[in-house]
């Protein structure tokens, strides 16, 4: 079983750019995909970007595509999300989370994914 927790989020001005990570303790992570997930007020949970477990393959939603980069170490369990050219519509609770199969790769869905961090906000100001 895996454990993450998000940091880096914060409030930012359009433009402006973060950098999220989610660390993992337990055992697994190097052999799962990773994803990022949001979710804004009133809106349901989507799927920001997914990384296979080796970092071979990635998956951007539409919407962020050109603007947000996913990244992992895991040889530091760690999983980042760079963000640049951050707009209001980004404001959103940020997700960290694990498909938590074995070197499986599948959709960037909420439902594929078995352990989810807390959490981290992301603020983006006009």
């Known amino acids: 079983q895996v454990q993450l927790t998000e940091s880096g989020g914060g409030l930012v001005q359009a433009g402006g750019s973060l950098r999220l990570s989610c660390t993992a303790s337990g055992s697994g992570f190097d052999h799962y995909a990773m994803g990022w997930f949001r979710q804004a007020p009133g809106k349901e949970r989507e799927g920001v970007s997914c990384?296979?477990?080796?970092?071979?393959?990635?998956y951007y939603g539409d919407s962020v595509r050109g603007r947000f980069t996913i990244s992992r170490d895991n040889a530091k369990n760690t999983l980042y999300l760079q963000m640049n050219s951050l707009k209001p519509e980004d404001t959103a609770m940020y997700y960290c989370?694990?498909?938590?199969?074995?070197?499986?790769?599948?959709?960037?869905?909420?439902?594929?994914?078995?352990?989810w961090g807390q959490g981290t906000q992301v603020t983006v100001s006009s």
């Open positions: 990384i296979s477990w080796n970092g071979g393959s990635t």
């Open positions: 989370a694990a498909d938590g199969r074995i070197m499986a790769w599948g959709l960037c869905v909420e439902y594929e994914y078995n352990y």
